[in-house]
């Protein structure tokens, strides 16, 4: 069974950074494709960015990128979300998700999901 388990969430003002952290264990088959995903009060759940097992497929959002960077240590079993000049409208829980494959990383497919961690950045 797979597990992901986040860190790093916090307050922040506006313009400044924070870097998420993702530990994942379970069968290495079922976690190919790892990424996160946000979710604001009152919105739904919106993909940030996902990456590959051998970063053949990396994904940040249109209005994330170039802020927002998503690396991973195959080495450590990690996936990390570094986020830069955030903005109030980046304030929502932080889910990392894990998959067989990218295409599948996402809603209708099996994906595993972290508890997710708070991000709060004030203006």
């Known amino acids: 069974q797979v597990q992901v388990v986040e860190s790093g969430g916090g307050l922040v003002q506006a313009g400044g950074s924070l870097r998420l952290s993702c530990a994942a264990s379970?069968?290495?088959?079922?976690?190919?494709?790892m990424g996160w995903f946000r979710q604001a009060p009152g919105k739904e759940r919106e993909r940030v960015a996902h990456i590959g097992r051998q970063e053949n497929s990396i994904y940040v959002s249109g209005s994330m990128k170039g802020r927002f960077t998503i690396s991973r240590s195959n080495a450590k079993d990690t996936v990390d979300l570094q986020m830069n000049s955030l903005k109030p409208e980046d304030t929502a829980i932080y889910y990392c998700a894990a998959a067989p494959s990218c295409p599948t990383l996402g809603p209708g497919y099996n994906v595993y999901w972290g508890r997710g961690t708070q991000v709060t950045v004030s203006s």
């Open positions: 379970g069968p290495l088959y079922n976690r190919n494709c």
